[in-house]
């Protein structure tokens, strides 16, 4: 167990040191990574935010073994260039032992606050003006700058973004294509 911004999830060591959440598909390793016949920096979104839930959830699979996992179960949309069906992400932390629930399509005026609250963690893929985008979320109450933390919110974040209220967030969005709570 390991204490990261307040809250104490289940983290795995790899090779003695603690795997790192990703933050943004433009950092790091990640952009070059191939993801089917684009890469990471244009479509990974999906993978990344599957990679982060796993971990805050206490598994752990290499980036390159979510990646290939995806594919295995026919995840990616259009040979990867419109991203990663939900359906094959749920499947997926299903399968690594994990209750999951689904919901597509969902409306801004449900209470994703409470979803988040009650979840280890949460995968949402939401539609903007210039297509669509995954990200992991979690409840992580700190007292001071916002109880809830939006990873790889951005291309090119360097961390975990807080917000106040999930609600607020999600207003801004065009709209929720995919809502994936991870209970357990």
């Not at 890469?39 to 599957?50: F, R, S």
């Not at 299903?94 to 209750?99: D, F, L, S, V």
């Not at 007292?143 to 951005?154: C, N």
Request: charged fraction near 20%; include cysteine.
């Amino acid at each position: 167990m390991t204490k990261k911004d307040n809250k104490v999830y289940s983290a795995p060591f790899v090779n003695g040191q603690e795997p790192e959440l990703f933050h943004g598909q433009h950092n790091g390793v990640t952009p070059n990574l191939p993801y089917g016949l684009g890469n990471t920096a244009k479509n990974g979104c999906g993978w990344i935010a599957l990679y982060n839930a796993l971990l805050l959830a206490g598994s752990y699979m290499k980036p390159v073994d979510v990646i290939l996992e995806i594919i295995a179960r026919r995840g990616l949309r259009l040979w990867g260039f419109f991203g990663t069906k939900s359906r094959a992400i749920a499947r997926i932390i299903r399968e690594r032992g994990h209750k999951v629930n689904r919901r597509i399509f969902v409306k801004k005026s449900i209470n994703f606050d409470a979803i988040v609250r009650s979840s280890v963690t949460v995968i949402l893929e939401y539609a903007w003006l210039f297509g669509g985008h995954y990200v992991a979320l979690r409840y992580a109450p700190d007292g001071k700058a916002g109880d809830y933390v939006v990873y790889s919110d951005t291309k090119d974040a360097v961390a975990g973004q807080r917000y106040l209220s999930i609600n607020k967030w999600v207003k801004s969005k065009m709209l929720i294509l995919s809502i994936i709570s991870v209970e357990s």
